[in-house]
């Protein structure tokens, strides 16, 4: 037995409040990460509950789990529990708790831009990895397909430079870039607008940009975009966490950034690195998301179908929970999925007939909502105060 959430769970329903019913069915339990022996938990109380009340309430919370864990001969090495308020702004922090990340001065209400830096696009949110081949790219244009279906207005921009997937990905070799009044027309297709470097450059020719060159072009391309009004701006980020993506980063005011992660232990601890990088520039990091979690092979003879965890399905997932942040989803392998990619045609992954069946069209969706739940609570946070976007 380990510590999990559904343990937490369990234990805090035997936990009698003052005020009557325990913190599981009167909801005020609202978020638990557990892994390993560490767990985080976030609980929202009624009314406006002094200090005092919190640290009290705090304290019983950890003694309970402690106690039971410990007759269960269960370890637990950090428990953290924070209080948020109803807008889910954290307010109070206990025990091994994560701090909340620095708040930078308000934005400018009189912007149009809603806080987002760009005119008329209220979220930008950053996918990022900790290196190339994870399927950042895929995920971002599965993200921004699958918003799209959902009914929000989406734009897509291929901020890796130096390799940009998008003119496959989207299918956008037959379609010539055009420039209005000296401001690119993003492409409108599967129900999004993306702009890509890689149809202004050669594409046979390789991208070699120093930073300040990089940074100029990346720029170009959100700065002179007639993006129009956006619920969500996906930026698809160079992979690693070199000089490039982490300007980028840093010159955009992000709702907050997705890391995309494979689940071998190897690409965790490069996915570790790329939310740190996140974290450090005061970015939130929504989540993680785990791309070829599984693979889900054809129906056998008695029509049942067998999943293969080919890299060992939940490493990502252990993974956030170890950071203390909301995972996101698990993308299977899937061969249409790779060829869908390649022919440009995403639409085709929310389709079962096109998709090898059910998994995928809902593994996607259901990451879309999840991203979209998290972008809520985030923005929430920061409704009075954007992320710190400078480095010390
Ligand atoms: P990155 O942006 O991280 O470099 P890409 O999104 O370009 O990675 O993906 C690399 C290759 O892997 C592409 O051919 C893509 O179609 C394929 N791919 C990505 N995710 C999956 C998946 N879940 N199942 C099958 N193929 C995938």
Redesign the pocket.
């Known amino acids: 037995m380990s510590l999990s959430k559904q343990f937490i769970q369990d234990t805090l329903r035997q936990l009698e409040l003052p005020t009557g019913g325990d913190l599981v069915t009167t909801g005020a339990l609202k978020w638990v990460a557990a892994c390993d022996a560490i767990a985080n938990l976030r609980v929202s109380l009624p009314g406006e509950p002094n200090q005092r009340a919190m640290k009290n309430l705090a304290a019983l919370i950890d003694t309970t789990i402690r106690a039971e864990a410990a007759s269960q001969n269960i370890p637990v090495e950090r428990l953290g529990v924070q209080f948020v308020n109803h807008a889910g702004d954290v307010v109070a922090s206990f025990g091994d708790a994560p701090t909340a990340p620095t708040a930078a001065p308000p934005a400018d209400p009189r912007s149009s831009d809603q806080g987002s830096g760009i005119p008329g696009v209220r979220h930008i949110i950053a996918v990022g990895?900790g290196?190339?081949?994870?399927?950042?790219?895929?995920?971002?244009?599965n993200l921004a397909a699958a918003l799209a279906r959902s009914g929000h207005s989406v734009g897509l921009l291929d901020g890796?430079i130096y390799?940009p997937?998008l003119p496959t990905?989207l299918g956008l070799d037959a379609l010539e870039q055009t420039v209005l009044d000296g401001q690119l027309q993003p492409f409108l297709v599967h129900g999004f607008k993306a702009v890509t470097l890689g149809k202004m450059v050669d594409p046979d020719k390789p991208l070699i940009w120093r930073g300040p060159m990089a940074h100029g072009a990346f720029k170009q391309l959100y700065e002179r975009t007639s993006w129009g009004e956006l619920d969500y701006l996906i930026i698809?980020l160079p992979?690693g966490t070199g000089d490039v993506p982490l300007t980028m980063a840093q010159s955009l005011r992000l709702t907050g950034a997705v890391v995309?992660c494979t689940p071998q232990k190897v690409a965790q601890d490069d996915a570790v690195r790329a939310v740190k990088m996140f974290q450090q520039l005061g970015v939130e990091v929504l989540g993680v998301v785990e791309?070829?979690?599984y693979f889900v092979g054809d129906p056998g003879a008695d029509g049942q179908t067998k999943t293969y965890d080919i890299f060992g399905r939940g490493g990502a997932e252990q993974m956030a929970q170890r950071l203390g942040l909301p995972f996101l989803g698990s993308?299977?392998?899937?061969?249409a999925?790779?060829a869908n990619?390649?022919s440009g045609e995403p639409l085709k992954n929310f389709e079962p007939a096109s998709s090898g069946g059910d998994t995928l069209p809902q593994a996607l969706t259901t990451l879309a909502r999840n991203v979209e739940s998290q972008v809520t609570l985030a923005s929430m946070q920061q409704s009075r105060s954007k992320p710190s976007l400078s480095i010390s």
């Open positions: 990895a290196k190339g081949g994870v399927g950042k790219s895929t995920v971002s244009v890796d390799g997937s990905l698809d992979p995309v791309n070829m979690s993308v299977p392998i899937n061969t999925l790779r990619g390649d």
